[in-house]
Nanobody, 114 residues
Framework: QVRLVESGGGLVQAGGSLSLSCAGSGTRYLIDSMGWYRRPPGKESELVAEIIAGGSTRYADSVKGRFTISRPKKNTVSLQMNSLTPEDTAVYYC?????????WGRGSQVTVSS
């Protein structure tokens, strides 16, 4: 069973930076794609950024140029978030796709104060 554990996040003022990391365990396979989704208060979840094993990335339009996703090690994913705004406030969830199955972390709170 694949397990994803997030770390990072927290509280920051607008204009500041935070980072998130996610480590996958429980499989000897390379997780096909890893990414981050977020759920702002009172809103639906949305894709923030995704990176596949080959290195291709995609970002939500709202974070392009401010967030950077990377896979520093096997089955880990990081998200560097710069120039944060209050609209980035959300619970951020790590996602991993392996052999057609989605796996999720428990979520990490990111709060940006104005």
């Amino acid at each position: 069973q694949v397990r994803l554990v997030e770390s990072g996040g927290g509280l920051v003022q607008a204009g500041g930076s935070l980072s998130l990391s996610c480590a996958g365990s429980g499989t000897r396979y390379l997780i096909d794609s890893m990414g981050w989704y977020r759920r702002p208060p009172g809103k639906e979840s949305e894709l923030v950024a995704e990176i596949i094993a080959g290195g291709s990335t995609r970002y939500a339009d709202s974070v392009k140029g401010r967030f950077t996703i990377s896979r520093p090690k096997k089955n880990t994913v990081s998200l560097q978030m710069n120039s944060l705004t209050p609209e980035d406030t959300a619970v951020y969830y790590c996602n991993g796709k392996l052999l057609g199955t989605n796996y999720w972390g428990r979520g990490s709170q990111v709060t940006v104060s104005s």
